[in-house]
DNA sequence: TTTGATGT
């Protein structure tokens, strides 16, 4: 009797060892996610407010970006990378070809998208993060994860000039860029939850937040744009507030900020420092 | 087709 009680003792001591190392790995594991994270985004990576399905979201680590992904919307709910300019952008290599991301679950082959009428639209764009992280970043780009279905009038010209604006003319302007950048659905989910494209649902509109993160005095450009553009429009139609764009997606973007410089950078609209006016109207390259 | 993607 005696024995049998010391035994079990021995037992529940090894047992409450082995539970402390699992919570102590798993809180680990935790921290050097969060760390990851936030090495790889300005002010922390978005969240979202209490229990909605839409909004919920899990992070995929790629090489060079993050993505938030949405089981229900089996979207991207954005994408975060950061940029600088570059000298020599010669060695990027050709277009790598789309290929299936297991780590979404769903099956999203790389013809889902045939004959739809939209676009693999890429979240993170191919170039820019090729020209700033490299091939195999360049890669992760191609991955099924990162693609929205986009009209081609959008993805093709309007988005395209905006994506190369970034690039071309606002990264050199300063050290680095912060962008983040998704889709916007409907406001009723259960409006267009049968509008999707083999299982990804079809957003109405994209946004793009583009950051010159200053500590003190930050910079922000945010944009709007509707699937259905003829796509010669000037960018400087579609700017938008950054409470615009966490109303329209649910999303809390840089909740490490503080409150007062928040205020400023997400509920007012400003582009001075931004000379947006040089390239709101410049061509897009494939018309 | 050198910053987008499709379909032949």
Known sequence: MGRSLLRLRQQ???????????????????????????????????????????????????????????????????????????????????RPNFQADWRTLWPITTDSYSGSGYDRGHMAPNYAIAAVHG?????????????????????????????????????????RLQVITGPIFPEHFMDNVFNRVGFVEVPEAFYKIIVAPHADAPLALAFIMPQDVRGNEPL????????????????NFFPNLSPEIEAVLEGELRTQGWALEEVSKRPGRFQ
């Open 135 to 175: 091939r195999s970043a360049q890669v992760d780009t191609f991955l099924m994860s990162n693609m929205s279905p986009q009209r081609p009038n959008l993805n093709r010209q309007l988005w395209q000039r905006l994506e190369q604006s970034v690039m071309d003319h606002f990264a050199p302007r300063f050290d």
């Open 236 to 251: 400087a139609n579609y700017l938008v507030t950054i409470n615009e764009i966490e109303e329209r997606t649910g999303l």
């Open 12 to 94: 529940g001591r090894r047992l409450g060892i082995a539970v402390l190392f699992v919570v102590a790995g798993a809180g680990l594991w935790e921290f050097q996610e969060r760390q990851h994270q936030d090495d790889y985004t300005w002010m922390g990576v978005p969240t979202w407010d209490g229990f909605h399905p839409t909004t919920f979201h899990r992070v995929l680590r790629n090489d060079g970006f993050l993505v938030g992904w949405s089981d229900v919307r089996v979207n991207p709910l954005w994408v975060s990378y950061q940029l600088e300019a570059v000298d020599d952008d010669t060695r990027i290599g050709s």
